[in-house]
Each structure stands twice: as C-alpha cells, then as structure tokens.
C-alpha cells in the first residue's frame, strides 16, 4: 500500500513510526514531514494546508490510503476533496470537523444535547463581551472561536486581563479571524485529562488517557504552549470515571453529531476536566493531540493501519484496539524563548535506537538542525510511571542541540496522584 499523512510535526512522526509496523505500508509519504519524518518517510514540500496540490499529488501517485492528521486541513475540507478522487481517507470530513474549528459550534452542540460542560456565553460584539466581563465570576476563560494553533484560549485571573483578551482577539486580531467571535466561559477547577478516541460514527473506542503539561515552566507556570510534556496513563482517570465520561460524554457526542447530519469519523480528541461536580468538557479537538499521541500511540499493541482502514469502511466495531498495560512519559525539548522569540539552525545530535519524535527539526547540508520551537519529543516507556519518567529524562540527556530547554517535572502531579 502507498499512503500519504499529511502533517509536518511529532504527532505525525508518531502516527508514521506506528503505521510502519504493518508490512502492507510499502510506501509512506508525508506531506510535508520534517527533517527527522525524512528518516521514516518520503518528505514531500507541499504544505499541509494547500489542499489542492495535496489532491493532485495523492492522485498522481496513486495513494492507496492517506492520514489527514492536523486540524487546519481537516476543518479546510481536504478529507472531503480527497474521498471525492475515490481517495480512501482517515480523518473527519468538514461538516464534522467543525467540533473543533468552532467553539461556539461545540459549546451550543454540549448544551443542546445536555453534555455537561462549562457555562457560557457568545459574543461577535466586542462592547457586548467587555460589558459581560464586568459582571461575571472571576477567573474567567476567554477563547478565541476559531483555530489558533492551540492557543487561542486565556485564563483571566482579573477582569482587566479578560478585557485584555477579548481586546487582543476581537480588535487587534492576534489570531487573525479566528477570534472576530469569543467564547467566554466559566473557570472549571479539577484535574485535567485527555482521552482521545477511535470512531467510525456509530462504535466509538478511547483509546489511554494521558495528562498534558501546557504551561511552558516548571511547576505549571508561564505561558501556554502546544504542550511541553506527557504522561498515560492519567492516573485520576478511574475505571468508574470512564464509565461515567462513556455515558455522559464519549457516546452522547458521537449521537450529538449524527443527529445533526455531521457525521464524525476519525480520532475525536475529548478535553475533560474532573470536577467536584463529575467530569466535565473543556474542549473537542477533531484530530490526535500533540504531544499526547506520542505517549498514547506508543502503548497501541493493535494494528494501527487496521483500525484506520476498518474506520473507513464502518467496521470499527470489528478491529481489535489493545493498549499495553506499560506506563509512558514524553518530554518535549524546545529552544530557548518558546512559545516567544527563539532562535533555530542549530544542529541536533541524538541516539538513533530511542523513540525519539521530531517536530520542529528540518534537513540543512545533510544534518539535522533545529527549525522551530517545540523541537523533539523524547519517549519512553515503562511497566511503573517512575521509570517511564526517569527513562525519558536519561535519553533526553543523550540528545544535545544548542539553545535546548524542556520542563524538568513531567510526570510529578501524576506521580503524587499515584500515590494518594
């Protein structure tokens, strides 16, 4: 089989090494990969979201299966444009893909199929939401609608930051169109946890929970990054919990979607926040997370090309989807000054026989050099969630590129949790 994942980062990287294990995958292209994807895959230089060279390379090189794996294409409609070339694809089309490109669209979703979720309100009329802020519990959370590369969400401490963010989003367009419409919403407090899912639209699988660490430094502070770190599985993640996000969110979401003539197949990424009040929706994504699929994909025992391609033909119910009872850790290496300023080129030397992912990395003169902020993710796996931690951390001391910086407790909320 020829197949084709459209994509240039880790999470990409991730899916490639995985699909790798099946011997039917003869060829695999990414679209556009990176420097390290060129080790494991044949880098091609069309961007994931020029959706029409994307179609014209599939059908020129007669893709028998493509992965469309970041949100832009999805919510853009290339699954769309590539099943309409008979194009055998994984990935929501754009009617369902919406789930994440709209937060608004999500936020109305939840509470007219009554999927527990923060309260909320909408604006598209900055005096409106500015007005609203003055009056509303503080801490409040702001979102920008649309897509912003995973960052288009602040949590307002005071109410002069929140008038800040709705300024920033609505007027000075700091994430472009994507923030013409805010969401603000009500401060959820409670461990955090990401669960994605397999669904063909009717049977709908989660695959191990993990935990994500956003905030750029140690002891979760600084800003809000694409995610610095992962752990699964989330230890606050109990088998009962699961019950309860399966009736209450995982099942009604799909039938949600369905109801609505927007059919989801795909991953489904569902954010969750546990509260006192049981586990509540933060957020969709359409898509696998990144960084959490480097620590999920890891710890699929299953055929992953199988449980895609039965994802097509509406045969999840029929595949076996095993996850290892192993623990594993993935640390994020950045250069210095992300998610801001930073500086790149710098050559990377790291062990061949890791798992090591990269992301922002490309090919200069035959070497690999740093060519973003989120640079590597370094991951291991283990039977105890220590030795996952510890494990990662030892290989990442093998990596080395100038300007290297990374969180140093990934893994530490979880360990205490363990514990209790």
């Known amino acids: 089989m020829k197949i084709m994942v459209v994509g240039g980062g880790g999470r990409e990287h991730a899916i490639i090494k995985k699909l790798k294990e099946n011997k039917q995958a003869e060829e695999i292209f990414a679209l556009p990969g990176n420097g390290g994807i060129a080790g494991d895959a044949a880098c091609v230089d069309i961007g994931a979201k020029d959706i029409p060279a994307i179609v014209d390379f599939a059908v020129k090189e007669r893709i028998d299966f493509a992965v469309v794996a970041p949100d832009d294409p999805l919510v853009l409609g290339a699954v769309d444009a590539l099943q309409a070339k008979g194009i055998k694809t994984f990935g929501p089309n754009k009617k369902a893909a919406i789930i994440e490109g709209s937060k608004a669209f999500s936020k109305d979703l939840m509470k007219k199929y009554n999927i527990p979720t923060a309260s909320y309100e909408t604006f598209t009329d900055m005096e409106a939401a500015i007005s609203y802020i003055e009056s509303c519990p503080i801490p409040v959370v702001v979102k920008a609608d649309g897509l912003a590369l995973g960052k288009g969400v602040i949590i307002a401490e005071t109410r002069e930051q929140a008038r800040q963010a709705v300024r920033d989003m609505m007027e000075d367009k700091v994430f472009g169109e994507s923030g013409s419409k805010v969401v603000i919403e009500e401060f959820l407090t409670g461990p955090e946890v990401s669960v994605l899912s397999f669904t063909d639209g009717k049977t709908v699988v989660p695959m191990v929970s993990s935990m994500d660490h956003k905030r750029a430094l140690d002891g979760d502070k600084g800003l ?15 088998d009962e919990i699961a019950k309860v996000c399966m009736d209450t969110i995982f099942r009604p979401t799909i039938e949600a979607m369905n109801k609505e003539g927007r059919t989801f197949t795909g991953c489904l990424y569902f954010g969750l926040m546990l509260t006192e009040n049981g586990p509540k929706v933060i957020e969709y994504n359409c898509r696998f997370g990144d960084p959490e699929t480097q620590v999920v994909l890891p710890l699929l ?25 192993k623990y594993a850790c993935c640390v994020v290496m950045a250069s210095e000054g992300y998610p801001q300023k930073y500086e790149t080129g710098f050559e990377i030397t790291m062990p061949a026989d890791k798992n090591i992912y990269t992301a922002g990395a490309k090919l200069k003169d035959g070497k690999l050099v740093t060519g973003g902020g989120r640079v590597l993710g370094v991951t291991e796996t283990d039977d105890t969630l220590k030795g996952a931690i510890d494990a990662a951390y030892e290989t990442v001391k093998s990596v080395n590129f100038e300007n290297a910086y990374f969180r140093t407790d990934i893994g530490q909320r979880a360990l205490i949790a363990e514990r209790k």
């Open 301 to 325: 025992e299953s055929d992953l090309l199988d449980i895609m391609l039965k994802i097509y033909d509406g045969k999840l119910d029929e595949a076996e989807v095993k996850f290892s009872d």
């Open 224 to 238: 809000n990054t694409g995610g610095m770190g992962t752990i699964a599985p989330n230890p606050y993640y109990t």
